[in-house]
């Protein structure tokens, strides 16, 4: 049975840095899109980062420059290092995987394609 934890959030002032880590387990499938969203309280689910099985990569233009996702297909597992952290940042972060090359049509991950969520974990930043 696939899953996805998710683990590495919590709180930080402005301008600090945190890394997220998402362990997958139960996917045996050779090409699988993963991702990062996050949502605030109030706002809808939205796309951060996503890494293809080949390792190419889109950002949100809110978090380009500042935000890195990686991928240790040997450890499955997937990291968001987020850096230079802003209270904008503030919210849940999920994990996702898609079953599928990542959606090339899309500048960023949409809720939409993807199946399977970790359950979240939280970032919070001060000013």
């Known amino acids: 049975q696939e899953q996805l934890v998710e683990s590495g959030g919590g709180s930080v002032q402005a301008g600090g840095s945190l890394r997220l880590s998402c362990a997958a387990s139960?996917?045996?499938?050779?090409?699988?899109?993963m991702a990062w969203f996050r949502q605030a309280p109030g706002k809808e689910r939205e796309g951060v980062a996503a890494?293809?099985?080949?390792?190419?990569?889109a950002y949100a233009d809110s978090v380009k420059g500042r935000f890195t996702i990686s991928q240790n297909n040997a450890k499955n597992a997937l990291y968001l290092q987020m850096n230079s952290l802003k209270p904008e940042d503030t919210a849940m972060y999920y994990c996702?995987?898609?079953?599928?090359?990542?959606?090339?049509?899309?500048?960023?991950?949409?809720?939409?394609?993807?199946?399977?969520w970790g359950l979240g974990t939280q970032v919070t930043v001060s000013s």
């Open positions: 890494i293809d099985t080949d390792g190419s990569t």
């Open positions: 139960g996917y045996t499938y050779s090409n699988v899109c």
């Open positions: 996702a995987a898609d079953l599928a090359d990542c959606n090339s049509d899309s500048p960023t991950p949409v809720v939409t394609d993807f199946g399977f």
